[in-house]
């Protein structure tokens, strides 16, 4: 459930694959790291594709749309986000090193393109009064079912604060989802709790979270973490909310 990933040679991580490697994720997942002036281009006549930039400068283009995009890094600046319907071609060229993470998920619906800015997001601070702060962290939504019901997808980001939880209390739903995760420091860890295992979290490493698990999440002290959140809605049971895992509901109580 949980991989450890290099860039190969054409500076790709493959995460997830709908016809491949975590299949049960119902997602193409891949984190491409371009060169000054690559170009990365798709178009997909069945999927729904959403690029997200997690570092560099890039310039956006799709049909119209030209937009230049830049951030220094995800701890410190909000996302912007390309998201286009199947049969849309895009293409995404690095002014600077950059990186970016590309989902994909079948959708027989059309919709118009759409380019999230930094302004467009959803930010919430979670946890900074409850259990000593203990769980603070910054969850940020990107798209959902509430702004973007025609999606087979949803994206966003948490960056939980060193030392403390994240998706916390622990909780599960039927749909499967897939974490991507970014230490503040390269050598940063943590621990990621998937049902009843738990495995270590490095810089760069993927958790394949398959439906109905908890997976409650913590950050070692002294190393903020990164979590770039991708869920596939089921057909008929879109993900619009979570199940509390009845044992520890009580904090909610607090």
Not at 53 to 74: I, M
Not at 151 to 177: C, D, F, L
């Amino acid at each position: 459930m949980l991989d450890y990933l290099s860039f190969d040679s054409q500076g790709r991580k493959v995460v997830a694959r709908v016809d491949g490697k975590n299949s049960d994720m119902l997602m193409d997942i891949t984190v491409y790291r371009l060169k000054p002036g690559q170009v990365f281009e798709t178009k997909e006549e069945e999927k729904e594709v959403a690029i997200l930039l997690t570092q560099g400068n890039v310039e956006y283009q799709c049909g119209e749309l030209k937009e230049t995009a830049t951030r220094k890094d995800v701890f410190s600046e909000p996302p912007f986000c390309l998201h286009i319907c199947k049969g849309t071609a895009a293409k995404v060229i690095a002014g600077e090193e950059s990186e970016i993470i590309v989902q994909a998920a079948a959708n027989s619906k059309t919709f118009e393109s759409h380019f999230y800015t930094p302004g467009e997001c959803k930010i919430e601070l979670m946890g900074d009064i409850q259990w000593e702060g203990t769980a603070k962290r910054q969850v940020l939504t990107i798209f959902d079912y509430q702004n973007a019901p025609y999606s087979n997808m949803v994206m966003g980001e948490v960056i939980t604060k060193a030392g403390r939880w994240s998706s916390y209390i622990p909780h599960s739903h039927p749909q499967p989802e897939v974490y991507y995760y970014k230490f503040e420091k390269p050598q940063g860890f943590g621990a990621a709790f998937i049902g009843e295992d738990a495995f270590k979290v490095a810089d760069g490493s993927a958790a394949s979270i398959p439906g109905g698990l908890t997976h409650p999440q913590t950050a070692a002290p002294g190393y903020n973490m990164y979590y770039c959140w991708m869920i596939r809605h089921l057909e008929n049971n879109p993900w619009t909310t979570r199940d509390n895992d009845p044992a520890h509901t009580w904090l909610l109580e607090e």
